[in-house]
């Protein structure tokens, strides 16, 4: 008898210490966080591990986390969070409404389910590897040097990546499903590269808007992309101005665009025709099959400097490409 007694509390016991296994280590926190300019985390009791200046993450966030400190590493280290920006818009009598910019800024390895990751200014920062389901996408309103990289975003309620000002590359990254467009080009972007991105199955694949008392989008590089049964691939909006005009190859490699139907007689992969986006712009070299995009791995601590290596050798490439353009232009005049 005791024997049994014995049994039935053991059981009982292991039930308990099963049933709580899986709520072991689980650590969730609500309510706005910020890692505020001074370094600090608010509230302290936030699942974020400090080292220097690298933030990372220890648990789910269920809101938003504001990163007001420049020279800032933010590792979600597969963890949810419901976004991630910058400082936010605020009124004082003497500015009117103004936000603080940030510069030098990481945000890697996050899970964002709802929410986006959204920057009114920021310059020469790096976002990658991140993963976002639904929302708000990434949105880098302006801001230089900026690097967006190896995200992965899926059914966006509008759109996918914004990208504003100038210098900045959108490379390897993910856009499917968005209810609005993939990439968006904004009225004063030009320089930029986009390159390397899946855009697949969005309701438009690339926008681009020009306006006459804010200059248009011009002169980006956009080349290596897959635009894969998207409704509608390239948007180009105008209001009282000319056209964005962009190179949409890189003097040898185009897009792959899955409603081309021209041929490759030679077998070099590229058509013999070019992709015909409108009047101003054409694909020259249009891929014949898919283009490889790679899955981008977790990213470690040492992934910034990395990825200014690819930056600036991705530069170089745009660059020596757009001088040999000039210098051909100039010889036609």
């Known amino acids: 008898m005791k024997n049994f007694i014995s049994s039935i509390v ?23 966080i910020y890692v505020r300019a001074d370094g600090s985390i608010d509230p302290s009791t936030a ?12 648990g789910d966030i269920e809101d938003y986390v504001i990163l007001e400190r420049n020279n800032t ?7 949810t969070v419901g976004g991630i ?13 103004h936000h603080n910019s940030t510069i030098y800024l990481t945000i890697v ?15 020469n920062s790096i976002i990658a590897n991140n993963t976002l389901n639904g929302g708000r996408g990434i949105s880098w309103g302006n801001g230089k040097g900026n690097i967006i990289y190896g995200n992965r975003i899926t ?7 914004y990208v504003g000002n100038t210098n900045n590359t959108v490379i390897g990254n993910y856009v499917i499903g968005t209810n609005g467009t993939a990439i968006s080009l904004s009225m004063s972007s030009y320089n930029n590269t986009i390159a390397g991105n899946q855009i697949k199955n969005n309701k438009v694949g690339i926008s681009t808007l020009s306006v ?3 200059g248009g989008t011009r002169d980006n590089s956009i080349y290596n992309n897959n635009f894969i049964n998207n409704t509608k691939n390239v948007s180009n909006d105008v209001i009282i101005t000319e056209v964005s005009v962009n190179f949409w190859d890189n003097g040898a490699v185009g897009n792959y665009w899955s409603d081309y139907n021209g041929t490759d007689n030679n077998g070099d992969g590229i058509g013999d025709t070019p992709y015909i986006i409108d009047e101003n712009n054409q694909d020259n070299y249009p891929l014949m099959e898919p283009a490889d995009i790679p899955v981008i791995p ?22 020596k490409r757009k001088l040999r353009n000039h210098n051909q232009r100039e010889e036609l005049i």
């Open 212 to 214: 006459y008392s804010q």
């Open 73 to 79: 590493v933010f590792d979600g280290a597969g963890y």
């Open 109 to 123: 390895n996050a899970v964002i389910n709802g929410g986006g990751i959204t920057f009114a200014t920021s310059s």
């Open 155 to 161: 059914n966006s309620n509008s759109t996918g990546i």
């Open 85 to 97: 920006s910058g400082p936010p818009v605020v009124w004082t009598e003497d500015k009117g409404w």
């Open 298 to 319: 977790e990213f470690p601590s040492w992934t910034p400097l990395f990825l200014t290596f690819v930056v600036l050798a991705v530069t170089l490439a745009v660059y």
């Open 47 to 58: 699942p974020i591990q400090r080292n220097e200046e690298v933030y990372t993450l220890v």
């Open 10 to 32: 053991l059981l009982l016991f292991l039930s308990v210490v099963l049933f709580s296994l899986p709520q072991i280590g689980i650590v969730k926190a609500n309510g706005t």
